[in-house]
């Protein structure tokens, strides 16, 4: 093949492959928090759907998160390798311990409760027949791991 044609089957290649990438949206800004050093109150309402209150858990440093879980959402078993400190806002949240999912044995804990997750602490939690709110600190980065399996002990694909 000549270097002229192997320049033009370059060209062809590439050209499409740019275009295609300057029409992709730029990647939407991470939630600004809604405390900082400027902004030092946060009313109720700010986050009743949820925010990132303070700082970013993937980042070092302190944060502080508020999630809503609606109506029969939550988690599958796994851990976080930092400790995190949580606080139901609104509703019942539904906690259980361990790697396999038994809903059938978790535990309540009402609006104001709180739950300390130690580091390498397996879990499980949910909302059940309301929306749960429920605010959670700690220090970042922290990593979350998936560690739900079956009865056998054979990893739970959902």
């Not at 275009?19 to 928090?33: D, K, L, M, T």
């Not at 259980?96 to 609006?111: F, H, L, N």
């Not at 390498?120 to 309301?130: I, L, Q």
């Amino acid at each position: 093949m000549s270097i002229r044609l192997c320049a033009h089957v370059a060209f062809c290649l590439l050209v499409p492959s740019m275009a295609g990438r300057a029409q992709q949206p730029a990647p939407a800004p991470p939630p600004v928090p809604l405390i900082d050093a400027e902004h030092l109150i946060m009313q109720p309402e700010q986050a009743a759907t949820g925010a990132r209150v303070m700082g970013d858990g993937s980042k070092p440093g302190f944060y502080v998160t508020r999630t809503r879980f609606a109506a029969w959402r939550g988690s599958k078993p796994h851990y976080h390798d930092q400790d995190r400190y949580v606080t139901v806002i609104k509703g019942t949240w539904w906690t259980g311990k361990g790697d396999v999912y038994k809903p059938e044995t978790m535990v309540p804990i009402k609006a104001g409760g709180f739950m300390y997750h130690p580091a390498g602490y397996h879990h499980y939690d949910e909302a059940r027949d309301e929306d749960v709110i429920v605010q959670i600190m700690g220090v970042g980065p922290v990593k979350t791991v998936s560690t739900d399996v079956d009865e056998k002990g054979e990893p739970v694909r959902r």
